[in-house]
């Protein structure tokens, strides 16, 4: 896959997995998991460029005895991420015409 188009799609997962409530690495790898292969070593560097760019906030909070690092979207990160799902309509627009065409090949 295209490394900017993986990129994109890796913004628009992440940001869709705290858009209801902050979560923190680990757990946002098990939303992710069942459907994007992730790991921490690639979670990580997107959720850096995300907070970098104002999509994202984090704070600490100790959890049993460690701090634990929580994300939240900011209103930036909301609105970015409903520009990636009108992207997101626009693909699979293509994608329906291309798979219609010769995605039988």
Do not use: W
């Amino acid at each position: 896959m295209d490394s900017q188009l993986k990129k994109g799609l890796l913004d628009g997962c992440v940001l869709t997995a705290i858009c209801e409530e902050e979560s923190y690495g680990y757990k946002i790898i098990g939303q992710l998991s069942p459907y994007i292969e992730i790991s921490e070593s690639t979670l990580y560097p997107v959720l850096r460029r995300l907070e970098a760019s104002g999509a994202v906030r984090t704070h600490n909070r100790e959890y049993n005895g460690r701090l634990r690092k929580y994300y939240s979207i900011t209103e930036k990160g909301k609105t970015q991420l409903r520009e990636f799902y009108r992207d997101m309509e626009e693909i699979m627009t293509i994608y329906r015409y291309l798979n219609s065409r010769g995605g039988k090949l």
